[in-house]
């Protein structure tokens, strides 16, 4: 079987079972396993920082046996932990659990990514990472359609019914990934060894800082614009429900689409910056949206700020791949990736935080200064791309000069 058939079906299983947990797991653990939410939010937030260990570690261990087992014992403990959520009645069972959980997922996510350097090169890398993320937003639409049915009947049993079947769900991953074919022969699909370590690539490591701060914008959307909505402009609640809805389908429709502006280093460069342009678009139009004004004209500034804001992730995306697979030592794919996924789960982990201590908290001057550091961040990517010097990088090294001689382009600018 294809390695993209793979991970396409593996992507359908567990992001549909990822959509169910996305749904129902926070009444679940306070209803059905009698954990109080201050609980629950110090233990996710343990596991969230157990989560950033898992995604650098495992890019190791893809490096040592390779990404399919990885990915096959990801999977099963995933799936053995969300059953696990059906026994838990304790605190400390609970965060044990979540960091499985959590720890699990984050392995997935960087044995999929150093699987896709594996198996693919150039812009075939970056294509297929599209097509999986469509896949992902799908399947995640359709486990919030399965949760919803439970969040319906909304009893004990149907709550555990949705847990359960998550957990069979992923457990379903495990049917394609076993087929995975071997990607060098007798060698199976592990990597050549003797790579340098990407702990000592000063380009690479301030590149992951930099997409860092850019993958806030992920809980902007999904944390800080509810908030944003519900207490601070006229729009009404369910304002929220519809936008959200907006970013899943122009997700879906156009990320595919944004890798056609991306065919190499300077242009994956250049895709963040105006991704991030976007971002501080967005950051305006929703804070416009909390001036007093009628419910209608919150609502036009709210969709145009989500129309920007999804432009500006889809496209900052892209480019973030691009150079995350182009910039690595393919003698040590594994290895590069786990640094890349340890740095989006950092931006994630602190996000909650940045979000609501600024823009929230801040009104108008919060979002301008959430949209300048968004903005700052690509600036940053596109002068490192570019193969300009930053403080980051000491270019008297001669292994971090000759890596910023390749980068002048070979084609004309995409």
């Known amino acids: 079987m294809p390695v993209k058939r793979v991970l396409i079906w593996a992507t359908v299983a567990t992001s549909t079972a990822k959509g169910v947990m996305f749904s129902v797991s926070a009444l679940f653990f306070t209803t059905v396993a009698g954990i109080s939410p201050a609980t629950v939010g110090v233990g996710l937030t343990v596991a969230g920082a157990g989560g950033v260990v898992a995604a650098f570690a495992s890019g190791r261990l893809c490096d040592r046996f390779g990404p399919r087992p990885v990915l096959i014992v990801?999977?099963?403990?995933?799936?053995?932990?969300?059953?696990?959520?059906?026994?838990?009645?304790?605190?400390?069972?609970?965060?044990?659990?979540?960091?499985?959980?959590?720890?699990?997922?984050?392995?997935?996510?960087?044995?999929?990514?150093?699987?896709?350097?594996?198996?693919?090169?150039?812009?075939?890398?970056?294509?297929?990472?599209?097509?999986?993320?469509?896949?992902?937003?799908?399947?995640?639409?359709?486990?919030?359609?399965?949760?919803?049915?439970?969040?319906?009947?909304?009893?004990?049993?149907?709550?555990?019914?949705?847990?359960?079947?998550?957990?069979?769900?992923?457990?379903?991953?495990?049917?394609?990934?076993?087929?995975?074919?071997?990607?060098?022969?007798?060698?199976?699909?592990?990597?050549?060894?003797?790579?340098?370590?990407?702990?000592?690539?000063?380009?690479?490591?301030?590149?992951?800082?930099?997409?860092?701060?850019?993958?806030?914008?992920f809980l902007l959307l999904t944390v800080g614009m509810p908030l944003w909505v519900t207490g601070h402009t006229a729009a009404p609640d369910v304002t929220v429900a519809l936008l959200l809805l907006l970013n899943t389908g122009l997700v879906s429709f156009l990320q595919v689409w944004s890798t056609r502006l991306v065919g190499d280093v300077p242009s994956a460069g250049r895709a963040v910056f105006r991704g991030t342009v976007l971002l501080l678009a967005a950051c305006l139009c929703y804070a416009a949206a909390g001036y007093p004004s009628g419910a209608g004209f919150a609502v036009a500034l709210l969709v145009a700020a989500v129309v920007a804001h999804s432009l500006g992730e889809i496209v900052s995306e892209t480019g973030g791949w691009e150079l995350a697979f182009e910039w690595a030592d393919p003698a040590n794919s594994g290895a590069y990736q786990g640094?890349?996924?340890?740095?989006?789960?950092?931006?994630?982990?602190?996000?909650?935080?940045?979000?609501?201590?600024?823009?929230?908290?801040?009104?108008?001057?919060?979002w301008l200064l959430l949209g300048s550091v968004f903005l700052a961040a690509g600036a940053g990517t596109r002068a490192l791309s570019a193969g300009r010097r930053l403080p980051q990088l000491a270019l008297s090294d001669p292994s971090a000069l000759a890596a910023v001689t390749t980068l002048r382009p070979e084609r004309d600018p995409v």
């Open 74 to 217: 990801a999977a099963t403990a995933q799936g053995a932990a969300l059953a696990a959520y059906c026994v838990t009645r304790d605190a400390g069972m609970f965060v044990l659990v979540a960091c499985v959980a959590v720890g699990a997922e984050s392995v997935q996510r960087t044995a999929h990514v150093a699987l896709l350097a594996r198996a693919f090169t150039g812009p075939d890398r970056v294509g297929v990472r599209a097509r999986l993320r469509v896949v992902d937003n799908v399947s995640i639409a359709a486990g919030s359609g399965i949760a919803a049915v439970a969040l319906a009947v909304g009893s004990r049993s149907a709550y555990l019914a949705a847990v359960l079947a998550a957990a069979v769900l992923t457990l379903v991953a495990l049917v394609p990934l076993r087929a995975l074919p071997a990607l060098n022969g007798g060698d199976g699909d592990r990597p050549a060894q003797g790579g340098r370590s990407p702990l000592q690539d000063r380009r690479y490591l301030t590149a992951t800082a930099l997409h860092a701060v850019v993958s806030v914008q």
């Open 339 to 366: 640094v890349s996924q340890a740095g989006v789960a950092i931006g994630r982990a602190v996000a909650p935080v940045v979000v609501t201590s600024t823009a929230i908290g801040l009104g108008l001057p919060g």
